[in-house]
């Protein structure tokens, strides 16, 4: 091979080795290029990806606001709304506290007028009493001097007339005792069967009776409910329900001051018709046969009416004594109710 071929082949080769290195060059600026561009894209996704989650919190962040606001303000308006639902319970517990007071002042009041009317009627009724009885002694006493008079004289006329004058007079009284008589009769009847209701109802082991009754009788007592109603409305009420062993108690007490009561009421009619003064060392039954005793000196005189009336009175009165017996049972019976509510006794129930 001649030295020209040579020297070609070298410069061959140089001109290929010099275009590898050419295109080696530019494909690794290409992908230099490449990478440059690749990195610019994934930084400017990045960027983009900050930048909306950076949006995304700031949006949150001022919803998050806004709604601790909204909530902020619904607790302030609910708090702004207690306070005003506290002030006008407030204000309607104080309007009802006022109603109450000024209904018991009420009550009271009226009370107090009804008992001095009460009082000035009794007053007034005693004071007629004794004017009926003045009148009628000073009409006996002239019958009889008119009678004696005319006796004398010998002319007899007017006698009857005027010896007419006292059977009238204590007629009219003695209806009016003895209606009050049988009124006072037929309530002490009602109320003896009451309390027999009452007694064999706790005795046959009824010891249940709702909180309504002995709430509204403390209520009652107070003047807050029923104020126009009696004892006989409030029994009605709870006429068909059991009765317990406090309430048992409660009416025990109510029943022996309404046959006090209802004693001195005997007493009263007793005397008013011719028993004398009352005297609380004697007994109703001392003044009613010594009432019967002074009708009867009378003779020809003596009014059945009063008689009647007396007798009457001392039916009740044995109605009366029969009363405080069936007390004492109610007694007896929610002392052991009691007992057996403390200390029930044991029952067999079978056998294992």
């Given at each position: 091979?001649?030295?020209?071929?040579?020297?070609?082949?070298?410069?061959?080769?140089?001109?290929?080795?010099?275009?590898?290195?050419?295109?080696?060059?530019?494909?690794?600026?290409?992908?230099?290029?490449?990478?440059?561009?690749?990195?610019?894209?994934?930084?400017?996704?990045?960027?983009?990806?900050?930048?909306?989650?950076?949006?995304?919190?700031?949006?949150?962040?001022?919803?998050?606001?806004?709604?601790?606001?909204?909530?902020?303000?619904?607790?302030?308006?609910?708090?702004?709304?207690?306070?005003?639902?506290?002030?006008?319970?407030?204000?309607?517990?104080?309007?009802?506290?006022?109603?109450?007071?000024?209904?018991?002042?009420?009550?009271?009041?009226?009370?107090?007028?009804?008992?001095?009317?009460?009082?000035?009627?009794?007053?007034?009724?005693?004071?007629?009493?004794?004017?009926?009885?003045?009148?009628?002694?000073?009409?006996?006493?002239?019958?009889?001097?008119?009678?004696?008079?005319?006796?004398?004289?010998?002319?007899?006329?007017?006698?009857?007339?005027?010896?007419?004058?006292?059977?009238?007079?204590?007629?009219?009284?003695?209806?009016?005792?003895?209606?009050?008589?049988?009124?006072?009769?037929?309530?002490?009847?009602?109320?003896?069967?009451?309390?027999?209701?009452?007694?064999?109802?706790?005795?046959?082991?009824?010891?249940?009776?709702?909180?309504?009754?002995?709430?509204?009788?403390?209520?009652?007592?107070?003047?807050?409910?029923?104020?126009?109603?009696?004892?006989?409305?409030?029994?009605?009420?709870?006429?068909?329900?059991?009765?317990?062993?406090?309430?048992?108690?409660?009416?025990?007490?109510m029943y022996r001051g309404w046959v006090a009561e209802q004693r001195e009421k005997l007493a009263g009619f007793a005397q008013s018709l011719g028993g004398g003064t009352v005297d609380k060392s004697q007994t109703i039954q001392a003044i009613i046969e010594r009432a019967e005793q002074n009708e009867r000196e009378k003779q020809l005189e003596?009014?059945?009416?009063?008689?009647?009336?007396?007798?009457?009175?001392?039916?009740?009165?044995?109605?009366?004594?029969?009363?405080?017996?069936?007390?004492?049972?109610?007694?007896?019976?929610?002392?052991?109710?009691?007992?057996?509510?403390?200390?029930?006794?044991?029952?067999?129930?079978?056998?294992?």
């Open positions: 091979m001649s030295t020209w071929q040579i020297s070609g082949v070298i410069v061959l080769i140089a001109i290929i080795g010099i275009v590898a290195t050419m295109i080696w060059l530019m494909v690794n600026h290409s992908r230099g290029r490449k990478k440059q561009l690749k990195e610019r894209l994934i930084a400017t996704r990045q960027a983009a990806a900050r930048q909306r989650v950076a949006d995304k919190r700031a949006a949150a962040h001022k919803m998050s606001q806004e709604r601790l606001a909204a909530k902020r303000a619904a607790v302030e308006r609910q708090a702004a709304k207690r306070a005003e639902i506290a002030k006008a319970a407030a204000e309607r517990v104080a309007a009802e506290r006022a109603a109450v007071e000024r209904e018991i002042a009420e009550w009271a009041i009226a009370e107090q007028a009804e008992n001095e009317r009460v009082r000035a009627q009794r007053q007034v009724e005693k004071q007629r009493e004794a004017e009926e009885v003045d009148i009628r002694m000073r009409a006996v006493e002239e019958a009889i001097a008119e009678w004696v008079e005319v006796g004398q004289y010998g002319s007899s006329t007017e006698q009857p007339v005027k010896l007419n004058v006292l059977p009238e007079k204590t007629r009219s009284h003695a209806e009016a005792i003895q209606q009050q008589v049988q009124l006072t009769a037929k309530e002490v009847a009602k109320e003896r069967d009451e309390l027999e209701f009452i007694k064999n109802r706790i005795e046959a082991d009824v010891d249940f009776l709702p909180v309504e009754f002995k709430h509204t009788i403390n209520e009652w007592k107070v003047g807050k409910v029923f104020r126009r109603s009696t004892f006989d409305d409030l029994k009605l009420k709870f006429r068909y329900k059991a009765y317990s062993v406090e309430d048992g108690y409660e009416l025990l007490q003596m009014d059945v009416d009063v008689i009647y009336a007396l007798r009457n009175i001392r039916d009740i009165l044995e109605r009366l004594i029969n009363m405080e017996i069936l007390l004492k049972a109610l007694d007896e019976v929610c002392r052991k109710r009691s007992e057996q509510i403390i200390a029930p006794p044991w029952q067999e129930k079978g056998t294992l």
